[in-house]
């Protein structure tokens, strides 16, 4: 079964290159600086312990990297860039292609199944950085990172128990879940301090403003019926992967605090911190932290400020 890793970036390609690096076939899907350095170099995988380049292929879009009905797809672009990749996916392969969405937030999952019949999530915990072009950085030790498979919206099949034998052999812990929706909204609430983060700095990630935002978060999901996992089940990861110095640096910040160092010109707010004010505005119930923390990541984004530019007190006050 071969891999295609669409969205090379830090979590794409660390899960790309350490299935390559254990012999699996892999090509990664990348665009821009990172693609030409990919081309003409290689991807070089920093961890705690090691330092490679590894030569694995790559292409600029589906259609140039041959899908047939043997691969499976995952999803590892960010949540904004979804749409616009499933449309050039469904284009060029196969119908009952398996795409697995490796991305955070909950909407991937509900697009993929408009175009693909057989669609999975994939709940991640991988804390990586992708801050240059051709370069990732996998902070996750002894582990990569936890990685955890089902069937959209429910159950496992053996596209699912492929994919866990191949990622545990190869520096994940992988496991097949039957209800894995669940755990990736537990993973949204944990992604809301994303914004606080990228606006107030890392020291703000477990301050009030993260835990105001979660307060909401709860709240919605609550109103709306939708079961999550809850602290206990998710805690029961403790201890399997710690957050290591790379290259003598500790991780700089999370994917949307990259995504402003990078100036890419979006992030992925809309669909973290967003997805909890829509859900709010469906159920009545006001969310103004987690708007305000959406409105402020695309001030900074259309400003082109850099990320930690607000201080937290000033959004409190605002509040």
């Not at 899908?67 to 797809?73: H, L, M, N, P």
């Not at 795409?99 to 999975?120: D, K, M």
């Not at 915990?125 to 240059?132: D, F, G, N, R, S």
Request: charge should be negative; hydrophobic fraction near 40%; aromatic fraction near 2%.
């Amino acid at each position: 079964m071969r891999y295609v890793i669409y969205g090379a970036g830090a979590v794409g390609g660390t899960i790309g290159a350490r299935l390559h690096d254990h012999g699996h076939e892999v090509v990664l899907i990348a665009r821009g600086r990172h693609l030409e350095a990919l081309r003409n170099s290689g991807l070089r995988l920093q961890r705690p312990e090691s330092d490679e380049l590894l030569d694995v292929a790559v292409a600029a879009t589906p259609a140039e990297a041959g899908i047939t009905a043997g691969d499976v797809v995952l999803l590892t672009m960010k949540s904004q860039d979804t749409d616009a990749a499933l449309g050039a996916l469904a284009t060029s392969s196969p119908d009952d292609i398996p795409v697995v969405c490796a991305q955070n937030g909950v909407e991937n999952e509900r697009l993929a199944l408009r175009r693909h019949a057989r669609v999975y999530g994939m709940c991640v915990k991988l804390p990586a950085t992708h801050l240059e072009p051709g370069v990732v950085q996998a902070s996750g030790s002894p582990v990569s990172g936890i990685l955890e498979v089902g069937r959209y919206p429910s159950g496992t099949d053996d596209v699912v128990d492929r994919m866990v034998l191949d990622l545990s052999a190869s520096g994940f812990i992988a496991r097949a879940h039957h209800d894995v929706m669940r755990l990736k909204y537990h993973k949204l609430l944990m992604n809301l301090a994303n914004a606080v983060e990228a606006v107030c700095g890392r020291a703000e990630r477990r301050g009030e403003l993260s835990r105001r935002a979660r307060q909401e978060g709860v709240a919605v999901l609550a109103a709306t019926g939708i079961e999550v996992a809850s602290d206990e089940e998710a805690r029961q990861d403790a201890g399997l992967m710690t957050m290591e110095a790379v290259a003598g640096e500790p991780r700089s910040g999370g994917s949307t605090w990259q995504s402003l160092a990078r100036g890419t010109g979006s992030t992925e707010v809309d669909y973290l911190n967003g997805e909890i004010v829509l859900l709010g505005r469906l159920c009545g119930i006001p969310t103004p932290v987690n708007e305000l923390l959406r409105q402020e990541v695309h001030r900074l984004t259309r400003e082109e400020r850099p990320p930690g530019s607000i201080p937290a007190a000033e959004l409190l006050a605002q509040l």
